[in-house]
């Protein structure tokens, strides 16, 4: 483990409110993922960044922003317009993008109230 | 566009007992495929790759373009196997991954 770390494990938010998860990894790795664990619905891409300064949008990215400002940060937010935003997140990041192994954070659990 | 499905959600067996998880793909192109592995309060990481041909932890799995299908096989399941398998395919020199809906196994004593 290490390498890859996401915060807050668990967080709370009151409807209407944005609140960030936070995605830091020190493995020099140019590429970064998040994602969205759902039970039976697999790992849905959110949003994935290639390179510092770029990102592009995933298959479920209504509701959600993110910034590429240094490459070993790749931060969240989950907006007032997501409809359903209670779920797991997992953050993941590969040397390149595509087929190269993909590194996975601990998940933030977020709750909306 | 490319697509992976597990359709086996739950999937129990005894120890000793062989295993298959399935997964098939649509995808038009010549895909790399993945089986990423979640154990009970562990990160989620990659347990083999087809290009590898590598045997992990006991298990194999074989690509089949035919049947479009790369299902994961051990010949006799552990109870340290229990997790959650995801099967996952990338487009070669694609950008990102596509996962499947996962398989919770469970090696019953």
């Known amino acids: 483990d290490g390498g890859i770390t996401q915060s807050p494990k668990y967080l709370f938010r009151k409807e209407g409110q944005n609140v960030t998860l936070s995605c830091e990894q020190n493995l020099n790795h140019d590429a970064m993922y998040w994602y969205r664990q759902d039970p039976g619905q697999g790992l849905r891409l959110i949003y994935y960044?290639?390179?510092?300064?770029?990102?592009q949008k995933g298959d479920i990215a209504e509701g959600y922003s993110v910034s590429r400002e240094k490459k070993e940060s790749f931060p969240l937010t989950v907006t007032s317009a997501q409809k359903n935003p209670t779920a797991f997140y997992l953050c993941?990041?590969?040397?390149?993008?595509?087929?190269?192994?993909?590194?996975f954070g601990p998940g933030t659990r977020l709750t909306v109230l | 566009a490319q697509r992976v499905t597990q359709p086996e959600k739950l999937l129990s067996v005894f120890k000793g007992a062989p295993v298959e998880l399935k997964c098939n793909y649509s995808?038009?192109?010549?895909?790399?495929l993945f089986w990423y592995v979640q154990y009970s309060r562990q990160r989620l990481q990659l347990l083999l790759r087809?290009?590898s041909r590598e045997s992990i932890k006991g298990f194999t799995a074989d690509l089949n373009k035919g049947e479009t299908s790369f299902h994961l096989k051990k010949p006799f399941a552990q109870e340290e196997d229990s997790a959650m398998y995801y099967c996952a395919l990338t487009e070669t020199s694609g950008s990102r991954l596509t996962f499947g809906e996962g398989t919770q196994l469970t090696v019953n004593p």
């Open positions: 993941a990041s590969s040397i390149t993008a595509g087929g190269d192994t993909q590194y």
């Open positions: 087809h290009i």
């Open positions: 960044s290639q390179i510092v300064n770029d990102f």
């Open positions: 995808y038009s192109g010549s895909p790399e």
